[in-house]
C-alpha cells in the first residue's frame, strides 16, 4: 500500500517513527509549527491510516499505525533493490 505525504507530513513521520509516547502539543513545540497547520496534518495523516490520535483527560497522543513503513521515490513506485535512502515522498507498508 502506498500513502502519498506532503513535507509537512514527513517531518511528522519521522518524529513518530523515534520518539513515542509523543504529546501533540510536544510534536508541535519539536516542530515549531502553528497548532492549525499541525491539525490540519495530522487529521490528513489519520484519514490515510498512516497514524492516530489518542485523546486523554488532558492531553492527546499520536501514535504511528504501522511499524514497518518506508519512503518510496518521487513519482515512481519503489522496486526490488531500490535504496531506501533515495525515498521521499511516499509511505509503502510491507
Given at each position: 500500500?502506498?500513502?502519498?505525504?506532503?513535507?509537512?507530513?514527513?517531518?511528522?513521520?519521522?518524529?513518530?517513527?523515534?520518539?513515542y509516547p509523543i504529546t501533540v502539543e510536544e510534536l508541535r513545540e519539536e516542530l515549531r509549527m502553528r497548532e492549525d497547520t499541525l491539525e490540519r496534518a495530522?487529521?490528513?495523516?489519520?484519514v490515510k491510516g498512516v497514524v492516530s490520535l489518542?485523546?486523554?483527560s488532558d492531553k492527546t497522543y499520536g501514535r504511528l499505525l504501522m511499524s514497518d513503513v518506508?519512503?518510496?521515490?518521487?513519482?515512481?513506485?519503489p522496486k526490488?533493490?531500490?535504496?531506501?535512502?533515495?525515498?521521499y515522498d511516499a509511505l509503502v507498508y510491507q
Open positions: 500500500m502506498i500513502v502519498k505525504l506532503n513535507p509537512v507530513e514527513m517531518k511528522i513521520l519521522k518524529i513518530l517513527q523515534d520518539w495530522l487529521k490528513s495523516m489519520v489518542e485523546p486523554l518506508s519512503v518510496a521515490p518521487k513519482g515512481r513506485r526490488t533493490g531500490d535504496d531506501p535512502d533515495d525515498f
